[in-house]
């Protein structure tokens, strides 16, 4: 079946500094890949779509310079946390959908702690 | 704007019981509900999926019923086990675009 892989699966960083979450499909191309944001006890909020080869489009409240999505690739979407901040510790999950087919996947999430 | 709400927050049960667990959507132009679980601290796995043409899905002991002119879903469980204990979410789609809209979800304990 399709995997969707993220890495790091953990991540601890401090403050000011800027991190970089990877999503990438396995065994499947994926022309969108979608990144949400989870925080404890509360449900996915979308983030971003993130298309191959075009600029990623955000959810209204997200600010695209401090998440900047990068899909340079038909397996690979990136998510850089700039300048991180405590508040940004959160659990982040993305999904890719399938090129010509309206199935998702999830990929395992990367949780992030900012100290 | 979609809104997606489930009830009950949380839901504790004795092994073996059959339970429900109830998803409400405020828009009813959706074009699919999806089904999730999630166990602590993981990603999602996908149970069901309902097209919008469609009134159920079942997959094994889960049932997933979809009503969207009233703009409801449930997931009937049967003969619940410990394995089961997990957050239920429930999402909707409201066009062929991938995105989707999550209830705060639902976490249930099976004790055994």
């Known amino acids: 079946g399709a995997v969707v892989s993220q890495h790091p699966s953990r991540v601890i960083c401090k403050s000011g500094t800027s991190v970089k979450i990877e999503c990438r499909s396995l065994?499947?191309?994926?022309?969108?890949m979608f990144w949400y944001r989870q925080f404890p006890k509360q449900s996915l909020m979308l983030m971003a779509t993130?298309?191959?080869?075009?600029?990623?489009?955000?959810e209204q409240g997200v600010e695209k310079d401090k998440f900047l999505i990068n899909h340079a690739s038909l397996t690979l979407s990136t998510l850089t946390v700039t300048s991180a901040h405590p508040e940004d510790s959160s659990f982040y999950i993305c999904?890719?959908?399938?090129?010509?087919?309206?199935?998702?996947?999830f990929g395992a999430g990367s949780r992030l702690t900012v100290l | 704007k979609q809104e997606v709400t489930q009830i009950p927050a949380a839901l504790s049960v004795p092994e073996g019981e059959n339970l429900v667990l109830n998803c409400s959507f405020t828009?009813?132009?959706?074009?699919?509900l999806q089904w999730f679980r999630q166990d602590p601290g993981k990603g999602l796995t996908s149970l069901l999926l309902?097209?919008?043409?469609?009134r159920e899905q079942t997959s094994g002991r889960l049932n997933a019923s979809l009503d969207k002119s009233s703009g409801r879903s449930t997931l009937y469980i049967a003969a619940s086990q410990p394995g089961d204990s997990a957050t239920y979410l429930c999402?909707?789609?409201?066009?062929?675009?991938?995105?989707?809209?999550f209830g705060q979800g639902t976490t249930l304990q099976v004790k055994p």
């Open positions: 999402a909707v789609t409201s066009g062929n675009t991938g995105k989707l809209i």
């Open positions: 309902i097209q919008s043409s469609q």
């Open positions: 993130s298309n191959e080869g075009s600029k990623a489009t955000y």
């Open positions: 999904s890719a959908r399938h090129s010509g087919a309206n199935v998702l996947t």
């Open positions: 065994d499947f191309q994926a022309t969108t």
């Open positions: 828009d009813s132009a959706i074009y699919n």
